[in-house]
């Protein structure tokens, strides 16, 4: 129809990505996935988002682009810089067909919003006010835990990436916020790297220590199933052991965290406290989503001898019951420009 009012010939060649209503994708996707992967002219490399709200609206918003001249170069940067906070996943139509189609997963997008007027954001700071009385920790620990929509900022475009959409099937059940994506690229592999900030280990209600995180290796995930005889119960185990390096950006505190006793101690409370988040996020898909987004489930293949034993194992139907164990290895390779922090001499010595 459009053809009756435009005289180009209209083409999907140079599309850069797909965005997909709330409302459509909670009613479920596959219907739709089909003839996006069918097609001769979309390419699997498009990128899959959902926006909370109309899609159209979304896309009307985006307007006065300020470094790009063309939405589809400012979305393949968007997608390109997500490697270097961890905010957003790498979500294509190819892969949300694999996490459809397959027994040990199942498949996200990425998430898009629109910046909230003004009397959203007085009902937002109203919100805020009950949160001034919480600890230091509580803050840090909320930190970059933003949904489109809620990252605090004045100007620049209307639109914001940030977060992934959670599904089991085919149909839309939940949001991660930018803080739970970074925790689950950490699980899935795909995490670059990232700024964080966690209470220091000396003073975790008056000062914070910030360091640019960054992979070390690839996750080593295992699966054990084991069957309790006397019980005559199946339990299965998954354990997840991360492997991460950082640069110390910040100590507030003046502390020679980069030596000695105190860098041990820096590195193990840093491990604990990445360990807690994943393992608290693990949790979140198995008793809020009951959605196997990391593809724990893949990793069971080794305990059947064919396919169908595998998809006859239901593993998406055991993943809610499992027992999560996380352990993290953080070392710290850089220290920024300083080897070594001087201590201050306060008033009077």
């Given amino acids: 129809m459009a053809n009756a009012f435009v005289s180009k010939h209209l083409t999907m060649v140079h599309n ?20 996006l992967v069918r097609s001769r002219e979309l390419r699997r490399t498009n990128f899959l988002m959902v926006t909370q709200g109309k899609a159209g609206d979304f896309i009307k918003q985006n307007k006065n682009l300020i470094f790009e001249k063309y939405p589809s170069r400012q979305f393949d940067i968007f997608m390109a810089t997500a490697y270097l906070t961890g905010f957003m996943p790498s979500a294509n ?3 949300f067909y694999q996490g459809l189609k397959s027994p040990g997963r199942q498949p996200i997008t990425a998430l898009v919003g629109i910046q909230k007027s003004e009397e959203e954001k007085k009902a937002e700071d109203e919100k805020a006010e009950d ?10 620990e909320g930190g970059m835990a933003y949904l489109p929509g809620e990252i605090p900022r004045e100007g620049g475009n209307k639109i914001e990436m ?11 059940v939940g949001f991660l916020n930018g803080k739970e994506t970074r925790y689950y690229q950490m699980v899935t592999g795909d995490f670059g790297r990232g700024v964080f900030t966690f209470p220091d280990p000396q003073e975790s209600e008056k000062n914070i220590i910030v360091v640019e995180i960054k992979k070390g290796r690839s996750p080593d995930i295992r699966v054990k199933i084991s069957k309790d005889k006397q019980r005559e119960e199946e339990e299965t185990l998954i354990e997840v052991k991360l492997f991460l390096e950082g640069e110390i950006l910040s100590i507030q505190s003046g502390r020679n965290y980069e030596q000695g006793k105190l860098e041990q101690e820096l590195e193990k409370q840093f491990g ?22 990391f593809g724990f489930g ?3 293949r080794a ?26 290895v953080f070392n710290i390779r850089r220290t920024g420009m300083m080897k070594k922090t001087a201590p201050s001499h306060s008033e009077g010595e």
Avoid: M
């Avoid at 305990?303 to 993290?328: E, M």
């Fill in 16 to 35: 850069t990505a797909v965005i997909v209503s709330e409302e459509i994708a909670r009613e479920g996707l596959n219907k739709y996935i089909n003839p």
């Fill in 93 to 95: 139509i190819h892969r």
């Fill in 131 to 140: 949160k001034k009385n919480s600890t230091t920790r509580e803050k840090i």
């Fill in 162 to 172: 940030i977060g992934q959409a959670v599904f089991k099937g085919d149909r839309l």
């Fill in 272 to 293: 604990e406290f990445v360990s807690r988040e994943v393992t608290k996020l693990i949790h979140k898909t198995q008793e809020e989503y009951a959605s196997d987004i």
């Fill in 298 to 300: 893949e990793y069971t």
């Fill in 303 to 328: 305990h059947f001898w064919t396919w169908s034993d595998w998809v006859a194992y239901g593993w998406l139907d055991k993943y809610p019951q499992c027992r999560v164990s996380v352990q993290t």
